[in-house]
Nanobody, 126 residues
Framework: QEQLVESGGGLVQAGDSLALSCVASLSNFDDYSMVWFRQPPGEERVFVAA????????IYNESVKGRFLVSKDREKKIFWMDMNDLKPEDTGVYYCAAKKFYGATYILTPAEVENWGQGTQVIVSS
């Protein structure tokens, strides 16, 4: 049973930093890539960033490039996203997801993802 549990959301001011974490329980980690999506209020869920578990290859949404950084700890089975220089438009519910056999070579849509965490709220005030 795949399970993903996010934590680390909160209320911050523009320009602040925040780190999200996702503890993963997966049947075979090397088959998966870890993905962050976010859903702004009243909007669709969108891709933020991803990293393959096996090779560590990453891909980012253009809107967060240079500000957000994903990383992983294979031993602890944790996937992080460090978010810097946060902007009000970064506000939303952030979801950790796991996608099988995905090489982090293109932007995923939510429909393509099989496994989701429960989400963690990030609010960035101006």
């Amino acid at each position: 049973q795949e399970q993903l549990v996010e934590s680390g959301g909160g209320l911050v001011q523009a320009g602040d930093s925040l780190a999200l974490s996702c503890v993963a329980s997966l049947s075979n980690f090397d088959d998966y890539s870890m993905v962050w999506f976010r859903q702004p209020p009243g909007e669709e869920r969108v891709f933020v960033a991803a990293q393959t578990w096996a090779s560590g290859k990453t891909i980012y949404n253009e809107s967060v490039k240079g500000r957000f950084l994903v990383s992983k700890d294979r031993e602890k089975k944790i996937f992080w996203m460090d978010m810097n220089d946060l902007k009000p438009e970064d506000t939303g519910v952030y979801y950790c997801a796991a996608k099988k056999f995905y090489g982090a070579t293109y932007i995923l849509t939510p429909a393509e993802v099989e496994n989701w965490g429960q989400g963690t709220q990030v609010i960035v005030s101006s």
